[in-house]
């Protein structure tokens, strides 16, 4: 049977790259790598640090002077977000950051310093790894390339149920203007702008979960000769 050392998973905010890429990763016995975890942590640093989210000289230098680990969990959660020795899992949902790391994503310094070390992480076990440049950029040559895809409104009712669950006050028009303004600014950033690498399979994700995505994922592995 086909075994991918690296599988990239790419696909919009809330389309459910994590849910499944987590799923993905235990049913191979793969490290798990989510991509938008670190960009968020940085995002959460030069927040907490003051820095003006327009400043792209002095994020990219926070980025090189920055220390995030993504450490598998023992319990259901697929890892702990760890900057600077500082648990930072939780934080790194907030609002704030939910809204100003689209800013910290888009500048070129900081996605060097933090590509580099997604490479090097892919170069040094089996992984899946999810983002929105995986098969573009960051893996081009990964052995399976995945792009999920779905509805505006479909990916804010789950972002909003996500954040109800997680205590998080919010309500849907407001969740649905954010993921726009996000799509927007992935899509029309100069580098590495959100898209499907050419060699990546679209699964559309509107009418099904992601036990069924993974499914569809663990079919085509099995079909591969």
Known sequence: MFTPKTVAIDGPSAVGKNAVGSLLAKR???????????????????????????????????????DINLIPSENDEPYHIIVNGHDVSHDIRSDSVEKGVSLVSKVAGVRQVLVAQQRDLAQNDHVVMVGRDIGTVVL????????????????????????????????????????????RIDS??????????????????????????????????????
């Open 188 to 225: 029309e950033r100069t580098v590495s702008p959100l898209q499907p690498a050419l060699d990546a399979t679209v699964i559309e994700t509107d009418d099904i979960d992601e036990e069924h995505v993974l499914a569809q994922i663990l079919d085509m592995i099995k079909a591969h000769r």
């Open 28 to 66: 191979l016995g793969y490290r798990f790598v989510d991509t938008g975890a670190m960009y968020r942590a940085l995002t959460w640093k030069a927040i907490q640090l003051g820095i003006d989210l327009t400043n792209e000289e002095t994020l990219a230098k926070l980025a090189v002077e920055t």
């Open 140 to 183: 081009p040559d990964a052995d399976l390339k995945i792009f999920l895809s779905a509805s505006v409104g479909e990916r804010a009712h789950r972002r909003h149920r996500e954040l109800v669950k997680c205590g998080v006050q919010s309500d849907y028009e407001s969740v649905q203007a954010s993921l726009e303004m996000r799509d």
